[in-house]
Nanobody, 124 residues
Framework: QVQLVESGGGLVQAGDSLRLSCAASGRTFSSYAMGWFRQAPGKEREFVGSISRGGATTRYADSLKGRFTVSRDNAKAMLYLQMNSLKPEDTALYYC?????????????????WGQGIQVTVSS
């Protein structure tokens, strides 16, 4: 079992930056690729970005490239999502997820564990 707890969400204004954190506990964090997803009201949960278990490889949703950055600290068992130039359409519940393996897939159904989610609201 892997327990994931997100933090760092909140209400910000358009153009602001925000960093989400995800604390992992349980199994060896460095054995898991990690991903970030988000879900807006009335929409499906969508891929934001992912990072390989060693941290060398990241991938992002095309629409978010250049604004969002995923990173991890395996020594601290922490995952991060740096979000810059936030827009109202970034408003959503953000989730971190873990997948046993090397690379983080885009498909949410391939992940093994999920956090409870944290709200990010961007006002215009």
């Amino acid at each position: 079992q892997v327990q994931l707890v997100e933090s760092g969400g909140g209400l910000v204004q358009a153009g602001d930056s925000l960093r989400l954190s995800c604390a992992a506990s349980g199994r060896t964090f460095s054995s898991y690729a990690m991903g970030w997803f988000r879900q807006a009201p009335g929409k499906e949960r969508e891929f934001v970005g992912s990072i390989s278990r060693g941290g060398a490889t990241t991938r992002y949703a095309d629409s978010l490239k250049g604004r969002f950055t995923v990173s991890r600290d395996n020594a601290k068992a922490m995952l991060y999502l740096q979000m810059n130039s936030l827009k109202p359409e970034d408003t959503a519940l953000y989730y971190c997820a873990a997948k046993l393996g090397i690379f983080g897939p885009v498909d949410k159904n391939e992940y093994d564990y999920w956090g409870q989610g944290i709200q990010v609201t961007v006002s215009s």
